[in-house]
């Protein structure tokens, strides 16, 4: 696809995805920064920036951490809507359950649309057998 539209910036958010899925952080947040740049989202290029700033200090779970303070920091300035369910795969990826159980319940209160890829985020599994996560599916409406 990307070779196909090199200028499609979404391609590249997705490029990323898959990278980060393959455990590839640095190339993912490249791909990121790229979309971001093309797209011209301040939210966006200023959470690959701090992506970037964490991968460099403290790996990946440091990538998170920073994305975490920043994603936490545009929701409080209201700049944009920016999903908690977004925040809830960080959280999930750094292990923190409790904090990624927080968010998820914040985007069902909202309606986050991102709640729709809950049964397939890889990025939540590591929540699928606590038993917050059957009470959300429940809530949701989702088969379990």
Known sequence: MIADSPNFGVAHW??????????????????????????????????TAALEAGFRSGGWPGALRKGIEVRLAQRKAKAGYVSPFQIAQYYADLGDK???FECLNTAYQERDIWLTSLP???????????????ELVRKIGFLH
Do not use: C, F
Not at 15 to 41: C, F, P
Not at 125 to 133: A, C, F, I
């Open 14 to 47: 997705w490029l990323g995805v898959s990278l980060r899925e393959k455990h590839k952080y640095q190339q993912a947040i490249q791909e990121w920064k790229t979309n971001a740049q093309m797209d011209g989202d301040k939210n966006d290029a200023e959470i």
């Open 98 to 100: 409790d904090h990624a």
């Open 120 to 134: 397939t985020e890889p990025r939540i599994d590591s929540l699928r057998s606590d038993p917050r996560y059957a």
